[in-house]
C-alpha cells in the first residue's frame, strides 16, 4: 500500500454525507474523499490492472466522466477498485498493469468539480462504496494533512541511525531516483563505488 500522493497531500473533504459544494444542498452523500496533492502526480496505491482509463468526453457505457472527469480505475491485487477522478490527464490505458506508487494521472479539475483536487473512492468487488479513509489508514476528517516520513526517520534501527542520517545529510545515499531507496534496498557493486565515491568527496 502506497498513499496516492508521494510528497503528502490534505483532506479537503471526507467520505460521507456533507453539505454538497456546488448546489449547496445538505445531507448530500459523498462517495469518496477529496484530496488536494502537495504535488500533482496521483499514484496507484496497490498493485493492479487498470479496468478504466476515461476522457472526459467519453459517452455511454455506465461511464461518469460529467461527475468524475478525466478519470482512472484500478482493480486492486487486494480485490479492491479504486477510482482516481477529476485527472487533468492520465498516464495509462484500460488493461494496463500497474504497482504501487505508478503515477496513473495529474490532479485537476475536470468533470463535476470547484478546484484541483482527486476524489479518491474506493469499492468492493460488487461495488459498495468504502471508507477510503479507513483504506489508507488516515482519519477522516477535513484538514488532516498527511506527510511522508524521512526514510531514515521510518525505517532506520537504533544502531545505524547515526551512520544513516550522516550519509543522508551529506547526499551519499542518494539512489538512482533521487531521494527515493528504502533502507533496506541490496546495493550494487556500481552502487557502492558510487557512494564510496561520494564519501570520498565529502570526507
Ligand atoms: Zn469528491
Known amino acids: 500500500m502506497k498513499m496516492p500522493f508521494k510528497k503528502g497531500f490534505r483532506v479537503a473533504s471526507p467520505f460521507g454525507y456533507r453539505t454538497d459544494p456546488i448546489t449547496g444542498a445538505a445531507g448530500s452523500w459523498h462517495g469518496g474523499v477529496?484530496?488536494?496533492?502537495?504535488?500533482?502526480?496521483?499514484r496507484a496505491v496497490t498493485d493492479g490492472y487498470v479496468l478504466r482509463s476515461r476522457k472526459v468526453e467519453?459517452?455511454?457505457?455506465?461511464?461518469?466522466?460529467?461527475?468524475?472527469?478525466?478519470?482512472?480505475?484500478?482493480?486492486?491485487?487486494?480485490?479492491?477498485?479504486?477510482?482516481y477522478c477529476h485527472l487533468e490527464s492520465r498516464n495509462v490505458e484500460s488493461y494496463d498493469r500497474v504497482t504501487a506508487g505508478t503515477v496513473i494521472g495529474i490532479e485537476g479539475s475536470t468533470g463535476r468539480s470547484t478546484g484541483i483536487h482527486l476524489h479518491f473512492e474506493v469499492r468492493d468487488p460488487a461495488g459498495k462504496q468504502l471508507d477510503p479513509c479507513a483504506y489508507l489508514k488516515i482519519p477522516n476528517r477535513a484538514g488532516y494533512e498527511w506527510d511522508p516520513p524521512?526514510?531514515?526517520?521510518?525505517?532506520?534501527?537504533?544502531w545505524s541511525r547515526e551512520a544513516v542520517e550522516w550519509a543522508v545529510s551529506r547526499g551519499i545515499l542518494k539512489g538512482k531516483g533521487g531521494d527515493n531507496y528504502a533502507l533496506g534496498d541490496f546495493v550494487t557493486r556500481e552502487e557502492l563505488c558510487v557512494m564510496l565515491y561520494r564519501a570520498r568527496e565529502v570526507l
Open 150 to 158: 524521512e526514510p531514515w526517520e521510518a525505517e532506520a534501527h537504533d
Open 34 to 42: 477529496d484530496l488536494v496533492g502537495n504535488d500533482r502526480n496521483v
Open 58 to 83: 467519453d459517452t455511454g457505457n455506465g461511464d461518469r466522466t460529467w461527475e468524475w472527469g478525466n478519470y482512472v480505475s484500478v482493480m486492486g491485487d487486494d480485490g479492491r477498485i479504486c477510482f
